[in-house]
């Protein structure tokens, strides 16, 4: 099946500094990926829709310029998450639909802890 | 604006029960509904998608039913196992979206 990987899985930095996530489609190629973010005992909400050559669109309360999204080719999304707060510390997911099979692809998620 | 529930938020069964979690959802036009399974600190698997012209899928253990006139849907898992253990989430997709809409899932225990 198709795969989804994320990179890093776990990353701690202190505040203030910026991170990058990134997420590659491994066997497919994904004109779209969405990255999510999950507090605990929360589910996951939709941060942004990363769009490969054109702006992400952003969700409804999510900081566009704190939440840098760059989808440079058909394989790779990164996010980066600018200036990082202790309030930021989440597990952040992206996935990817594959073409034609109405589903998506989930990422292992990374974890991010802003001390 | 889509909102979706799940109950219960938490369950914990004897090995070998049969079991059913619950998603409602408030905004009937919808264009599939999928079941995850996701374990702690893990991302998530994808166990069943519904159509919305579909009324349910099986796959092994795991049967999921899907009622849209009510907003409803079941995720029935038989003869359940510790390795069953996990957090499940119902998401759903509106039309011409690949967007998802997540529950806040049920927590699963089997216990042996």
């Known amino acids: 099946g198709a795969v989804v990987s994320q990179h890093p899985s776990w990353v701690i930095c202190k505040s203030g500094t910026s991170v990058k996530i990134e997420c590659r489609s491994l066997?497919?190629?994904?004109?779209?990926m969405f990255w999510y973010r999950q507090f605990p005992k929360q589910s996951l909400m939709l941060m942004a829709t990363?769009?490969?050559?054109?702006?992400?669109?952003?969700e409804q309360g999510v900081e566009k310029d704190k939440f840098l999204i760059n989808h440079a080719s058909l394989t790779l999304s990164t996010l980066t998450v600018t200036s990082a707060h202790p309030e930021d510390s989440s597990f952040y997911i992206c996935s990817a639909p594959n073409r034609g099979q109405e589903t998506q692809y989930f990422g292992p998620g990374t974890r991010l802890l802003v001390l | 604006k889509q909102e979706v529930t799940q109950i219960p938020a938490a369950l914990s069964v004897p090995e070998g029960e049969n079991l059913v979690l619950n998603c409602s959802f408030t905004d009937s036009a919808i264009y599939n509904l999928q079941w995850f399974r996701q374990d702690p600190g893990k991302g998530l698997t994808s166990l069943l998608l519904i159509q919305s012209s579909q009324r349910e899928q099986t796959s092994g253990r795991l049967n999921a039913s899907l009622d849209k006139s009510s907003g409803r849907s079941t995720l029935y898992i038989a003869a359940s196992q510790p390795g069953d253990s996990a957090t499940y989430l119902c998401a759903l997709t509106g039309a011409g979206s690949y967007q998802l809409t997540f529950g806040k899932g049920t927590k699963l225990s089997v216990i042996p």
């Open positions: 990363s769009n490969e050559g054109s702006k992400a669109t952003y």
């Open positions: 066997d497919f190629q994904a004109t779209t």
